[in-house]
């Protein structure tokens, strides 16, 4: 098998503000990473316009309210919007070729506010990871 870089250029490199990897069942479906409150991912510039595909849930129950997401291209805001709902979302969000500067990596980050502390909805739980958004899917396509 061979893989060639091209192929690469979609798939994020987690950096820091990640939870680790979770999964229920085979499915690839089945696979999600929390963020944190913020969170960097870098990826393969294309140096052409590009589509940021984030498929993802926030604590809207458990917050018992809206969080205020930003999503950030080389420390350039590109959007903000509001998760105002339980419900899973598609972000499908642009990204012109100029904000993605001229270097081989182009670095993405979201800034999520409020997170959830598991350990503080409920004193038994041991879990006190800083929940922010529940990402099913972070892709990179060139427009």
Same mark, same amino acid.
Request: proline fraction near 5%; aromatic fraction near 4%; charged fraction near 25%.
């Given at each position: 098998m061979q893989v060639r870089i091209e192929d690469q250029t979609g798939l994020p490199v987690y950096m820091d503000g990640w939870n680790g990897e979770e999964q229920v069942g085979d499915s690839p479906e089945g696979r999600w990473r929390w963020t944190e409150g913020?969170? $960097?991912?870098?990826?393969?510039?294309?140096? $052409? %316009?590009?589509? +940021?595909?984030?498929?993802?849930?926030?604590?809207? %129950?458990? +917050?018992?309210?809206p969080q205020s997401v930003v999503v950030s291209v080389e420390g350039q805001e590109v959007t903000s919007f509001e998760v105002a709902s339980a419900d899973a979302f598609?972000?499908?969000? %642009? +990204?012109?070729g100029p904000a993605l500067v001229d270097k081989d990596w182009v670095e993405v980050a979201i800034q999520v506010d409020p997170v959830l502390v598991p350990q503080q909805m409920d004193s038994t739980s041991a879990d006190q990871r800083r +929940?922010?958004?529940?990402?099913f899917q972070l892709y990179l396509s060139s427009s």
């Open positions: 913020s969170a $960097r991912v870098v990826f393969t510039n294309s140096r $052409r %316009d590009a589509v +940021l595909h984030l498929r993802a849930h926030g604590p809207y %129950d458990e +917050l018992q309210g598609l972000r499908r969000i %642009d +990204l012109p +929940l922010g958004l529940q990402v």
